[in-house]
């Protein structure tokens, strides 16, 4: 269900813009973020930092974009949340926090060392993601702007993830610890 929320304002976006234009997408857009925002309030879920990053985003940039009828705002929208999101990260580990270890860190047990190498890594693939947003804005047409938008950062966010998984398999960090195992194959 959360998936579901999380890629409604984007499909919106896409959806009305193949519809109709990129202003009327952008309002969509802008009503699908609060929106999902409303849903998570009345559902009681959290509402976490990245989602409230991306509404004030949308609705700051697409709010320049309908006011000033230039589509430059919105196309900026996911460059400054991605690297907002990258300088969270770096900003956090200089300020003794590790985010990435936050996140995960009911999940996986990791030595100091790799959970930083993890956050400067994910750091590295916001900022990038967000110079790859800017070529593509820049470099082709707005429907394909909008299409990578739609399958880009879908694409790109698995990469990282993959890269991640690799990365742990690789370092032997993604075996369960030795009672686990132990315990597994005492079951079966």
Do not use: C
């Not at 956050?119 to 967000?130: D, P, T, V």
């Amino acid at each position: 269900m959360q998936q579901l929320l999380n890629f409604l304002p984007i499909a919106v976006f896409v959806g009305v813009f193949f519809a109709a234009d990129i202003y009327l997408a952008t309002a969509a857009l802008m009503a699908a973020v609060t929106l999902q925002i409303a849903l998570m309030k009345v559902m009681g879920r959290p509402i976490g930092r990245e989602l409230v990053l991306t509404f004030w985003a949308s609705i700051l940039f697409g709010g320049l974009t309908l006011f000033l009828r230039d589509e430059t705002f919105i196309q900026w929208k996911p460059t400054v949340v991605n690297w907002l999101l990258a300088a969270s990260l770096i900003g956090a580990h200089f300020m003794g926090r590790n985010l990435i270890e936050k996140l995960l860190g009911g999940q996986l047990n990791l030595p100091e060392a790799v959970w930083t190498r993890l956050s400067f890594g994910w750091a590295a693939g916001f900022f990038l993601a967000g110079a790859l947003n800017l070529v593509v804005a820049y470099g082709f047409s707005m429907e394909f702007w909008v299409t990578y938008k739609l399958v880009g950062g879908f694409g790109l966010t698995f990469a990282y993830i993959a890269l991640t998984i690799y990365y742990l398999h690789r370092q032997g960090l993604l075996v369960p610890p030795v009672a686990e195992r132990d315990a597994a194959e005492g079951d079966g």
